[in-house]
Every structure is written in C-alpha cells, then in structure tokens.
C-alpha cells in the first residue's frame, strides 16, 4: 500500500514568491495534517483538514494557508515567502480526524527560500 | 500549556548496548503519548503509543516505552541497539483538542561499533 506522498521533494524559492506543496494521503486516509520542521523550532503544527475542511490551525502567520479536496488530497500554500520560511514540510495523514489515532508522514519538501 | 522535553540532545551507545531515551510531558489528564523516529533525509515513523493501560507499550523495531504518571514520563527502552537504530527521535504528547501533536526536540542517537 502506497505510503504518503509529498511533491515536490526539494523546492528553491526567492523571498517575496509563493509556493503550493502538495500532499496524497495513504488509500482510505481522510484527514491531512502539516507540520513545519526547523532546526530552531522543532516540529510545529501548521494545519488540520478532515474532509475538506480545515479543524484547526497552529500560531503562524496568515500567510501559510492550506486546502484539501474530495478525494482527501491536501495542498498548503506559503504567500511572501520569507528567508524564516525555510524549512521541511512535513505532511501526516491517519484514517479519522485528529492526532491521537497516531500519524503516518510523508518524506516532506525541504524549501529553501534566497 | 502542554509541553514536552527531551532532556538528551544527543546520545551515543554502543552497538549491542542498551537504550533509554528520557521524556517528560506536562498535561494535566491522561496523555495520548508518541514516539518517533525520523532517519536523515526522511519523514517520522512511528514507534508506538500510550493510550490508556498496561503502562508498559510494545512498539515495532523491538522499542517499547513505559508511561509513569507520578514522574510525567514516558522514556523509550531497547535492550539491544543495532547500527540501523542510529536517527533522531521525537517524543509526542497530543493537545488537548486532540487535533496536533506536541513535540519534543528530539534525541539523536548515535551507534558505535
């Protein structure tokens, strides 16, 4: 069974562009969480979405949005991007909504923003 | 606010050594609690989980962890460590909404030979 799936794997952006990641979750699997790891933050919880709707939302700025569609598929989006934005991008999914089932992650996309 | 630490940045143990891997939570009921393991280059996988129980959790890779409420801890054991152990590990309480995970900032372990 097909593992989750992060595209791409490596970004290079410039400082002020956008960006869309893009997540499938595992066959079956309806909800989708982000996660932002660094080396001075750690990991942190961006997002949240469970059928096609956004469940909850960790502290970061507005410009980090997200979305998911019907067949469970979830993009986020990073407008303005900011040399701060530079990080793995870690995607989750588990069958039912929340964190507590226990999470299966995709291999994430490590941005880098010059 | 719900918090975890991993009071080890880095540990190194020798192949065929035994292993703990030290976490404390701060929460105030029963906590859903996690261990991970992230490989360089690669997301996390999951190790096990506590829900509620037998505070002793067997995991996969022959991991397992044991829940003390009176210390709020959750350390993660291995009795015999191979070199593919080597990688950083991640100690998760869930919120209180249960909708994020927590994280500690990890251990990593190294394996000499």
Known sequence: KAGVTQTPRYLIKTRGQQVTLSCSPISGHRSVSWYQQTPGQGLQFLFEYFSETQRNKGNFPGRFSGRQFSNSRSEMNVSTLELGDSALYLCASSLEAGANYGYTFGSGTRLTVV | ?113
């Open chain 2, 1 to 113: 606010a719900q918090s975890v630490t991993q009071p080890d940045i880095h540990i190194t143990v020798s192949e065929g050594a035994s292993l703990e891997l030290r976490c404390n939570y701060s929460y105030g009921a029963t906590p859903y609690l996690f261990w991970y393991v992230q490989s360089p280059g690669q997301g996390l996988q999951l190790l096990l989980k506590y829900f509620s129980g037998d505070t002793l959790v067997q995991g996969i890779k022959g991991f397992e962890a044991e829940f003390k409420r009176s210390q709020s801890s959750f350390n993660l054991r291995k009795p015999s460590v191979h070199w593919s152990d080597a990688a950083e590990y991640f100690c998760a309480v869930g919120d209180q909404a249960g909708t994020a995970l927590i994280f500690g900032k990890g251990t990593t372990l190294s394996v000499s030979s």
